[in-house]
């Protein structure tokens, strides 16, 4: 057995002895017996283990913290699937073995940063770094875990480690044969690991994204008063010395203030208005880390203000560090992160919603997403869609069997309940999305299906229907969820044309945020969550679910029964031409519904692969049927919840 596993076996051993008597009734406990019994009966085999066989154990660890997400073994079954993750790295040398195991092992440090085993993640994660010669990260991870972990039981050995690393960083430099100074390029500044933060808020939400250019171990804690977040990021190299402070305009953060107490750790604090919980994710391609923040719904303290005492003798924030309203960007971005100033995302795109009430522009677009005109430009949304052939008519001719646009499907709801619909076209831009044999873009189809929904709604609704996107431009999906919490929607839909290595696979399916069941379903969030999937048999959504804290309970309860009436209602509504294959309602880890603060659902609403099924997307009639469907399901929905919300 080698060293690191005999030194898990060892750990998981002791924590399970000494865990088992006070947490007995803890299912994760008899659980994790299973799974290390299992573990040390292949450990402790002469026969050579298989990868079936360690993927086995594998699974049995991360059933743990699918199952029992926030349970006293959770921590133990994660860094366990780290270590097996490491394991299968060392004996098959398949990248993606790596990767998931630091992975792991970085979630596990952010996750539960005051556990035993955060420092031996730390640790396992820089010897797996040196596994492929890279001993600037390894240093990087053992210098970390010194600063995060000074008294824990890698400390010495971490500093041990650096030691030895720096000299022989050291000795490789002076053995290179010396180079004339005249004949010596100038090497070009290295792009800094991170690069800047974005941010939207209003009163009662906020979503601050930091943009960095690598995988990166992370650490975050909330102090007593609950008001102050505060984020050190590990080996931010590059990210400069000089310290800013971002004011915005309004929302719930008072400021975020970023700087660099040491040569390894870039720290960001969130100052906040009043008390708030926070719940994270990382997104890849690029690399971000998305951290959502939400006023603390305790009666004693929601909404209480939180008063600071200026600390003395420091200064007011510069000028420049005052962002000013914005009218006409959507992001505000402090870019650099080498001097006290803040700048505005230039290139980032212009979401063009519907204009928001005066209180919503106050309270969430100031701070972050700018609101845009009423409709996108006809040409601009015409010049996007005649590349594909999907250019609607001014009044999309409906089938015989369509229903009148003008005619009422909703039934009206109090003012107080659904007042703010978001709707969401998949892709854009840059972005394609699945493209089918004929050349049919995912992302013009969703277009052209989001603008006749939302014309229906806004015919049939007496809400306020607003798009994350009206025309061809990119918008990042964390945007796209940022954009309808900072609108305090009610709803969130998202529209999108599905694709199968199996082209003739096709028909409709809708889903909700929830860890995946299937492979398929995993498969699905992976295309549409931009992730590269560099094998057939990783299992994507295993690593999306414990990099994302679950939302609540309710959420995900409203959001399946959403799914549920508009899968059923799409499905009514093409059966009659078109007999689809029902696929039903699923589930997986979409990552544009990640942090929603109302119920979403994500629908597919063909498959752009099959042939026959991109023939019919490229008809105004299929895709008008499509809207028409979608829309019943919502008015479905809404009648259903108007009925529950005056039951006695």
């Known amino acids: 057995m080698k060293t690191a596993q005999l030194i898990a076996a060892i750990i998981t051993a002791v924590i399970f002895s ?50 029992y997400p926030r349970a006293a073994k959770t921590p133990e079954a994660i860094f366990m699937s780290g270590q097996l993750h490491g394991d299968l790295y060392n004996r098959y040398h398949r990248k993606v073995d790596k990767q998931s195991a630091l992975t792991v092992y970085r979630v596990l440090v952010r996750t539960y940063p005051n556990h035993s085993l955060a420092d031996d993640a730390l640790y396992n994660s820089a010897e797996l770094r040196l596994k492929d010669g890279d001993k600037a990260e390894a240093i990087s991870d053992f210098r970390g875990l010194l600063r995060w972990f000074p008294k824990g039981d890698k400390a010495s050995m971490a500093k041990t480690m650096i030691e030895k690393l720096q000299g022989e960083i050291r000795h490789a430099k002076n053995s290179l044969p010396k180079i004339k100074a005249e004949n010596a390029k100038a090497e070009p500044p290295a792009e800094p690991d991170f690069k800047r933060v974005r941010y939207w808020a209003n009163d009662t939400y906020a979503r601050v994204v930091f943009d960095v250019s690598k995988r990166i171990h992370y650490k975050i804690e909330r102090d007593e008063t609950e008001s102050r977040i505060t984020v050190d990021i590990l080996g931010a190299q590059g990210a400069g010395s000089a310290d800013q402070s971002i004011v915005p305009p309004s929302g719930m953060v008072q400021s975020i203030d970023i700087s660099s107490p040491s040569h390894e750790i870039s720290r960001v604090v969130l100052n906040l208005k009043v008390r708030g919980s926070y719940s994270t994710m990382e997104l890849s391609n690029p690399d971000r880390i998305v951290i959502d923040i939400n006023v603390d719904k305790e009666p004693a303290t929601a909404g209480a203000p939180i008063t600071r005492e200026a600390p003395q003798n420091s200064p007011p924030p510069p000028a420049a560090a005052v962002v000013k309203p914005l009218e006409e960007k959507p992001a505000v971005v402090a870019d650099g992160l080498t001097a006290p100033k803040v700048a505005v995302n230039l290139n980032a795109p212009v979401i063009n919603p519907l204009p928001p009430a005066a209180a919503v522009v106050e309270a969430g677009l100031g701070a972050g997403i700018a609101a845009g005109s009423a409709v996108a430009e006809a040409a601009a949304n015409s010049a996007a869609l005649a590349e594909a052939g999907l250019i609607p008519d001014a009044a999309p001719a409906a089938p015989h069997h369509s229903k009148d646009v003008q005619k009422a499907s909703f039934t009206p709801l109090p003012e107080y309940k659904i007042k703010t619909i978001v709707i969401d076209p998949g892709h854009g831009g840059k972005d394609p999305g699945a493209i089918g044999r004929g050349g049919l873009r995912e992302k013009d189809v969703a277009l052209d299906i989001a603008l006749r929904l939302e014309k229906l709604m806004k015919a049939n609704c007496n809400c306020r229907v607003l798009l994350t996107r009206s025309a061809d431009v990119f918008i990042p999906l964390e945007e796209r969820t940022a954009f309808a919490n900072t609108n305090d929607a009610d709803l969130f839909i998202s529209i999108h044309a599905n694709s199968n290595k199996k082209r003739n696979v096709s028909g409709v399916e809708t889903y909700f945020l929830s ?35 679950m939302q609540s309970t309710d959420k995900i309860n409203e959001s399946s029964r959403m799914a549920a009436m508009v899968q059923q209602a799409l499905v009514k509504g093409l059966k009659p031409r078109h007999r689809p294959h029902d696929h039903g309602v699923k589930q997986a880890m979409f990552y544009v519904l990640h942090g929603a603060r109302m119920p979403s659902v994500l629908v597919e609403t063909s498959f752009i692969s099959n042939a026959n099924e991109e023939k019919l997307l490229r008809s105004a009639t299929y895709r008008q049927e499509i809207a028409e469907g979608i829309a019943d399901g919502v008015a479905d929905y809404r009648r259903e919840t108007q009925m529950a919300f005056l039951a006695p």
């Open 515 to 549: 860890p995946a069941r299937s492979k398929e379903e995993g498969y699905v969030a992976a295309q549409e969550n931009m992730m590269n999937q560099e094998s057939d048999d990783e299992d994507t959504n295993d690593l999306a679910f414990i990099l994302y804290d």
């Open 18 to 67: 000494t865990g088992y008597a006070f947490a007995s009734s803890d299912p994760s406990v008899a659980a994790y017996k299973k799974a290390a019994d299992y573990y040390h009966k292949l450990e402790g085999s002469n026969k050579n283990v298989s990868r079936r066989e360690l993927e086995r154990s594998l699974e049995l660890f991360k059933a743990i913290y699918k199952k």
